[in-house]
Antibody, heavy 114, light 113 residues
């Protein structure tokens, strides 16, 4: 069955770089795109970035300068890097298959704090 | 960026009532090439990932109860939940996927009266 699982550090210091991994199973990254969506505590959803089946990428324009999304198809992984972290980047980070997203990971909580 | 405006932000209901959630986009989500509206609705319960309810503005995802109805076109969309059940208490989000960034509405919290 289709599964997505996020992994990454729970705590990151301000100004550092966040690296998150989404490991998928049950489908191929060359057949479906994967998006990252985040949700600050008690707040709404924000689409961050996507990598499509052909390898092209799209980014949230407000975050684009700090983001990089890539994939390793041999490992069925999508990687998200966000630099210059601030406290307002504290959020639950989800990966999801395609948009609209039927399949989501459980999310990984990232706290930006010194 | 396309701005998605949802209303109301919260709604207190009794079981069995019919509720309507509105979502307005800052530009049309109707693509003339296929006459489809690029609008989805999600339900999110506390501690859970979002669940896709509706896509193409009115197509119900398989397994979603038929009391969930999506409607609208262009810039104005509605999610109607008829005969609300206790299990429907959640936050509902609309999302446009017409153009990146794929923006969400701020959410509508459905609470028990």
């Amino acid at each position: 069955q289709v599964q997505l699982k996020e992994s990454g550090p729970g705590l990151v210091q301000p100004s550092r770089t966040l690296s998150l991994t989404c490991t998928v199973s049950g489908f191929s990254l060359t057949s479906y795109g994967v998006s990252w969506v985040r949700q600050p505590p008690g707040k709404g959803l924000e689409w961050i970035a996507a990598i499509w089946s052909g390898g092209s990428t799209d980014y949230n324009s407000a975050l684009k300068s700090r983001l990089s999304i890539s994939r390793d198809t041999s490992k069925s992984q999508v990687l998200l890097k966000m630099n210059s972290l601030q406290t307002e980047d504290t959020a639950m980070y989800f990966c999801a298959r395609s948009i609209p997203a039927l399949y989501w990971g459980q999310g990984v909580m990232v706290t930006v704090s010194s | 960026d396309i701005v998605m405006t949802q209303s109301p932000s919260s709604l207190a209901v009794s079981a069995g009532e019919t509720v309507t959630i509105n979502c307005k986009s800052s530009q049309s989500l109707l693509y003339s090439g296929n006459q489809k509206n690029y609008l989805a609705w999600y339900q999110q319960k506390p501690g859970q990932s979002p669940k896709l309810l509706i896509y193409w503005a009115s197509t119900r995802q398989s397994g979603v109860p038929d009391r969930f109805i999506g409607s609208g076109s262009g810039t104005d969309f509605t999610l109607t939940i008829s005969s609300v059940q206790a299990e429907d208490l959640a936050i509902y989000y609309c999302q446009q996927y017409y153009d990146t960034p794929y923006t969400f509405g701020a959410g509508t919290k459905l609470e028990l009266k």
